[in-house]
């Protein structure tokens, strides 16, 4: 059974760092790709960033320079940091996994996701 | 980046059909994905590659269009619909999702 489940802080001051974690099961990350896709309170899904299956990253343009994503293949585990936090950075944060088969692909699986606050 | 304009809202009566269009700003094929949002919730993915129906959800929902142009349809839509739909392209880069369109049942 595949399951994501994110874990961090809910609360994050200005200028700080956010690290959250995606700890997976079911599936192994050396053959499947996880993002994170974010979602400000009362507003649309925006694409943060993926970490693919070969260990490769992408992130968003408007984001990348804040931005890292890196994996724990030995524990099931997908980190996102990104330095100098605002407030418009407060949202949720999901990690979900991108299955891709011939014939199919699209965000099949969803973690709960985790809020993140930033304010002082 | 790929943009995608959706209607914002939208209200019909049970029983009723409504589509919900998805225009991309450049053409992304049939690399088009629907999800279902409802309150407090992550989102569920309904159709894949523009027309595939993902396994479990109600054949009321289908999905057509293929270059820019994209729509939803729910053919009758029931209370249990109402939520925020998104598409999300996958044939450029960066994937980009929709703005939303919240469907209200009245």
């Known amino acids: 059974q595949v399951q994501l489940k994110e874990s961090g802080p809910g609360l994050v001051q200005p200028s700080q760092t956010l690290s959250l974690t995606c700890t997976v099961s079911?599936?192994?990350?050396?053959?499947?790709?996880v993002h994170w896709v974010r979602q400000p309170p009362g507003k649309g899904l925006e694409w943060v960033g993926a970490?693919?299956?070969?260990?490769?990253?992408d992130y968003n343009s408007a984001l990348k320079s804040r931005l890292s994503i890196s994996r724990d293949t030995s524990k099931s585990q997908v980190f996102l940091k990104m330095n100098s936090l605002q407030t418009e950075d407060t949202a949720i944060y999901f990690c979900?996994?991108?299955?891709?088969?011939?014939?199919?692909?699209?965000?099949?699986?969803w973690g709960q996701g985790t809020l993140v606050t930033v304010s002082s | 980046d790929t943009v995608l304009t959706q209607s914002p809202a939208l209200a019909v009566s049970p029983g009723e059909r409504v589509t919900i269009s998805c225009r991309a700003s450049?053409?992304?094929?049939?690399?088009m994905h629907w999800y279902q949002q409802k309150p407090g919730q992550q989102p569920t993915l309904l159709i894949y590659?523009?027309?595939n129906l993902e396994s479990g959800v109600p054949a009321r929902f289908s999905g057509s269009g293929s270059g820019t142009d994209f729509t939803l349809t729910i053919d009758p839509v029931e209370a249990d619909d109402t939520a925020t739909y998104y598409c999300?392209?996958?044939?450029?880069?960066?994937?980009?999702f929709g703005s939303g369109t919240k469907l209200e049942i009245k």
């Open positions: 979900t996994r991108w299955h891709y088969y011939d014939g199919y692909e699209g965000f099949a699986y």
């Open positions: 079911g599936f192994s990350l050396t053959s499947n790709s």
């Open positions: 970490i693919w299956s070969g260990g490769s990253t």
């Open positions: 450049e053409s992304v094929s049939t690399l």
């Open positions: 590659l523009a027309s």
């Open positions: 999300q392209q996958s044939w450029n880069d960066p994937l980009t």
